[in-house]
């Protein structure tokens, strides 16, 4: 059984950083996707970044520059740290586990970023 454990939210003031991780059980990490999502209210899920087994990535556009994600194998945990946050940031950050080969995929909880300009 997939399981997905978030953490490293919390509020921010502008211009200032966190990491959010995503631990990983039950699934490999090195040969399969991770992302992060997020949500603000009012608006739909949108994909903030994501990286590949092979260790391609991809980021929205409002993000890069200023985002890495990226991932330990070692510890199966994947992390996106986030840069020169700004109040439009806020939202609440998904963590997201897919198995392309198996055709599945899994949620963290989600963790809250908030940032206060």
């Known amino acids: 059984q997939v399981q997905l454990v978030e953490s490293g939210g919390g509020l921010v003031q502008s211009g200032a950083s966190l990491r959010l991780s995503c631990a990983v059980s039950?699934?490999?990490?090195?040969?399969?996707?991770i992302g992060w999502y997020r949500q603000a209210p009012g608006k739909q899920r949108e994909l903030v970044a994501s990286?590949?087994?092979?260790?391609?990535?991809n980021y929205a556009d409002s993000v890069k520059g200023r985002f890495t994600i990226s991932r330990d194998n070692a510890k199966n945990t994947g992390y996106l740290q986030m840069n020169s946050l700004k109040p439009e940031d806020t939202a609440v950050y998904y963590c997201?586990?897919?198995?392309?080969?198996?055709?599945?995929?899994?949620w963290g909880q989600g963790t809250q970023v908030t940032v206060s300009s």
């Open positions: 990286i590949s087994g092979g260790g391609s990535t």
């Open positions: 039950g699934g490999t990490l090195s040969t399969n996707v």
């Open positions: 997201n586990f897919r198995r392309p080969y198996v055709r599945d995929n899994y």
